[in-house]
């Protein structure tokens, strides 16, 4: 069974703090996404990766990075949390060819006081 | 630009059927998706269309018009665990996934 896991449900930070986000998946795929979902919004992309130590920006990038050093694992990093990145956090994983269907994690639902 | 539409909310009675509609508007076309997300919890995939026509598989079908750039999503034959989102979303020329917001299905009895 395919499997996408993500390291906390659930996650409550300070203002400031340095936050990390892990995504692992057991499916061998090359291509790892990490979206924000806030109501009545669509799912948006943050940052996205086709390979080992490749990141490209998504359609909302500030206030992130990512680290890709393992094909099973893409970390997403919030240097220095904020209010307004209280949300649910996606990541997804997809194999390396055109017919992109992508698999999700449970999510991690962040809150910044 | 790149949009796509879909209605915010739609209620429909256990055993009935529903219809919900995508409307889309992306740089380059490389095939539509269909995802379902009950609460608190993942999108899973539903289904894919990159041609036109009605894909069924079991009680849900999709369907596409690409001269329309317009999906839908029919339900038939609804049960309550059907309460959930439908999340529509586009393969962009870049073979990005575009999404719209969902639309929040209610199964009533």
């Known amino acids: 069974d395919v499997k996408v896991t993500q390291s906390s449900r659930y996650l409550v930070k300070r203002t400031g703090e340095k936050v990390f986000l892990e995504c692992v998946q057991d499916?061998?795929?090359?291509?790892m996404f990490w979206y924000r979902q806030d109501p009545g919004l669509g799912l948006r992309l943050i940052y996205f990766s086709y390979d080992v130590k490749m990141k490209e920006k998504g359609d909302i990038p500030e206030g992130y990075s990512v680290s890709r050093e393992k094909k099973e694992r893409f970390s997403l990093i919030l240097e220095s949390a904020s209010t307004n990145q209280t949300s649910m956090y996606l990541c997804?994983?997809?194999?390396?060819?055109?017919?992109?269907?992508?698999?999700f994690g449970p999510g991690t639902r962040l809150t910044v006081l | 630009g790149q949009n796509i539409d879909q209605p915010t909310e739609m209620t429909a009675t256990e055993g009935a059927i529903v219809q919900i509609n995508c409307t889309y508007q992306t740089s380059g076309f490389n095939g539509l998706f269909w995802y379902q997300q009950h609460a608190g919890e993942a999108p899973t995939f539903l289904s894919y269309?990159?041609l036109d026509g009605l894909e069924e598989k079991g009680r849900f079908s999709s369907f596409l018009s690409r001269s329309k750039g317009y999906s839908y999503l029919l339900l038939k034959e609804l049960q309550m665990k059907d309460s959930a989102s439908y999340l529509c979303?586009?393969?962009?020329?870049?073979?990005?996934?575009?999404w719209g917001a969902g639309t929040k299905l209610i199964i009533k009895p």
């Open positions: 997804a994983s997809s194999s390396g060819t055109d017919y992109n269907e992508q698999f």
């Open positions: 499916m061998d795929h090359e291509n």
């Open positions: 979303a586009t393969l962009d020329s870049n073979y990005q996934l575009i």
């Open positions: 269309n990159v």
